[in-house]
């Protein structure tokens, strides 16, 4: 069962590139890396899931290093909404590994 | 697209008492999940569902904790008697394979055990 070891807590400004890193030293072949977002008495969001090297999308970039063990969640730009709790997980595509760490709390200020 | 449906959204009770949580995942989608939502804390799997079958159910207390799939549709999560200690939101979540893929979760049932 692959653990995740994340910054319980992290303060930016706005407009400001915030990047959150996560260690899974423990990483299996098979697992990949997914990044959840939670806001206040809602439920997790995804946000990015990647395997290897660099994942883009609209909202996040993943940069993975070639041995795996950590992986970093980078928010360009960051407004006061991102303001929330970030979660790393690994696990395979079987899913039977998933697990959800304490996360990250992001405040990001004005 | 309707999202992953939950109800009811709070729910206060004695310890002792017994409670149920309905979800509702995404039309089609295959797996799903219970977790338990301790404040301060990430979500913690109880237990997941592929179509009506259990994948996984080891941190599910099973003394006082129960679930099923009917149909491999809607679920069930049943807590009974209930503690103190199972004051906690309860996610539902689906997704359309296995847990690699994007997991949609509801809005949670805040449980709160007197």
């Known amino acids: 069962l692959a653990k995740t070891t994340q910054p319980i807590s992290m303060d930016s400004y706005e407009g400001q590139e915030v990047n959150i890193t996560c260690s899974h030293n423990?990483?299996?072949?098979?697992?990949?890396i997914t990044w959840y977002q939670q806001f206040p008495s809602q439920g997790p969001r995804f946000i990015i899931q990647g395997y290897k090297t660099k994942v883009t999308n609209e909202v996040a970039s993943l940069f993975i290093p070639a041995d795996r063990k950590s992986s970093t969640l980078s928010l360009p730009r960051v407004s006061l909404s991102d303001t929330a709790v970030y979660y790393c997980?690994?696990?395979?595509?079987?899913?039977?590994?998933?697990?959800f760490g304490p996360g990250t709390r992001l405040s990001v200020l004005p | 697209e309707a999202g992953v449906a939950q109800s009811p959204r709070y729910k206060i009770i004695e310890k002792r008492q017994s409670v149920a949580f309905w979800c509702n995942p995404i039309s089609g989608h295959a797996t799903l999940y219970w977790y338990q939502q301790i404040l301060g804390q990430g979500p913690k799997l109880l237990i997941q569902f592929q179509n009506n079958g259990v994948v996984d159910d080891s941190q599910l207390p099973k003394d006082r904790f129960s679930a099923e799939r009917l149909k491999g549709v809607d679920s069930t999560l049943k807590i009974q008697p209930a503690k103190l200690e199972d004051s906690a939101v309860y996610l539902c979540?689906?997704?359309?394979?296995?847990?690699?893929?994007?997991?949609?979760f509801g809005p949670g049932t805040r449980l709160t055990v007197l």
């Open positions: 979540a689906s997704s359309l394979s296995g847990a690699a893929d994007t997991q949609y």
């Open positions: 997980l690994v696990g395979d595509r079987e899913g039977q590994n998933f697990v």
């Open positions: 423990n990483i299996a072949t098979n697992d990949y």
